[in-house]
Structure formats: C-alpha cells, structure tokens
C-alpha cells in the first residue's frame, strides 16, 4: 500500500535493467527499494538500493552485491557490453517514506508529514508509534504558545489516503537502535566513496569494474 501521491515513469533501460535484477534480490529476501543508472564517462554508474524489515549489514550488502554482479555479467549482451560500476546500499535517512514497509521500518522516529484531505492538508511533526492497514499513528508535538508549558505529545492516525511522504528528522543525542544505526552508517559510507569518484578517471580508465 502507497502512502505516496503520483507516479514515477521509468525508462526501458532501467525497466529491463529492474526486470534482471528484481527476482534475484527478493529470493534473497530483500526489497529493491531504488535502481538508478547514471552515465559516468564511457561507464555507467548501477546503484542499487535494497532494504528488509531485519535491516541490512555490511555483509548483507556483499551478498547481494556479489548475487547483482553474476545476473549482470549473465546479461553482458544486454547491457551493451559498456563497462559499469555497481553500487549496492541501504536507504539513507532522507529516503522519503512512501510505502508502508517504509514506515514500519522507521516506527519510533521522529517525521514530517503533509497530511489530510486534499485542500486541507497540515505540516505533522510527530513519532511514529504505529502502522496498520487503517494508516499510521503518530504521537504529534502539540503546538503551543511561545514560553508556554510544553504538552505531552497526542495521538494520532492518519489514513494511507491522507498520508503524503513522509521525511525522517535527525535527533542528535537520542539513542538510536542498531537498525538504523546500521542503515545510516552504510548510507554516509557510500556517499563518501560517490564524492571520491572523479568521473575523468573513470572515463580514461578502462580496467574491469564488473
């Protein structure tokens, strides 16, 4: 079930690029959550973002690495034989909330939300405390005058319908579980290592990379 409105179009390539890669990820029991390929000189860049409700390590992020590799040198002839890079990651925090595992996955953080019926929508600032078919729950910061005493967050759900995407908060010095904690550190380890990538080096270099 969506909580996004709209829908993306995607091109052919990438279409059977998804269609090669999909069926491999989930017999391993992930989600492919993003598949992107970015021209990089005389190569492509392949990301490829994966998640599950256990979370994912760094060596579940080799396995599918390794298992995405194979179907890609399987499939040489349709990638044109270009040379390519493979990026294999887990959601950052910035990845928008659209679907529902999304949400349940991020239960207990703290989001923004546009939400309500259209033509009387509400920026949400609130944890999230539940995810069920009827939408989900949110413990909302009640909103008070300035200097007023703070009052204790209140309750409430949300329908799918009502429900735009949803943008997770940073909260430096709360004690977050190793779920995230995990999917946070992979996602700031591969943006480091896509500034270090210089796109002139990898147009004059033409060494294996699959």
């Known amino acids: 079930m969506s909580a996004s409105r709209g829908t993306q179009r995607i091109d052919p390539a990438t279409e059977r690029l998804s269609g090669w890669i999909q069926p491999v990820i989930s017999e391993a029991g992930y989600d492919l959550e993003e598949l992107v390929v970015t021209p990089a000189?005389?190569?492509?860049?392949?990301?490829?973002?994966?998640?599950?409700?256990?979370?994912?390590?760094?060596?579940?992020i080799a396995e599918v690495s390794r298992a995405v590799s194979e179907v890609l040198d399987r499939n040489d002839?349709?990638?044109?034989?270009?040379?390519?890079?493979?990026?294999?990651?887990?959601?950052?925090?910035?990845?928008?909330?659209?679907?529902?595992?999304?949400?349940?996955r991020n239960t207990g953080r703290l989001v923004q939300v546009t939400a309500g019926p259209a033509g009387s929508t509400e920026q949400l600032t609130g944890r999230i405390t539940a995810v069920e078919d009827a939408g989900v729950t949110?413990?909302?910061?009640?909103?008070?005058?300035?200097?007023?005493?703070?009052?204790?967050?209140?309750?409430?759900?949300?329908?799918?319908?009502e429900l735009g995407a949803g943008h997770v908060q940073v909260e430096f010095g709360r004690a977050a579980d190793d779920h995230h904690d995990i999917d946070d550190e992979i996602a700031q380890d591969d943006a480091a290592e896509l500034e270090g990538l210089d796109e002139a080096e990898l147009a004059d270099d033409d060494g294996g990379d699959k």
């Open 41 to 60: 000189g005389r190569r492509s860049v392949v990301r490829v973002v994966v998640d599950r409700d256990a979370g994912v390590t760094l060596d579940d």
């Open 77 to 104: 002839d349709g990638m044109g034989r270009t040379p390519y890079v493979l990026e294999v990651t887990s959601p950052g925090v910035d990845r928008p909330l659209t679907e529902q595992r999304h949400w349940r």
């Open 138 to 161: 949110l413990a909302v910061e009640a909103k008070g005058k300035p200097g007023a005493k703070k009052r204790p967050p209140q309750p409430r759900l949300v329908p799918w319908a």
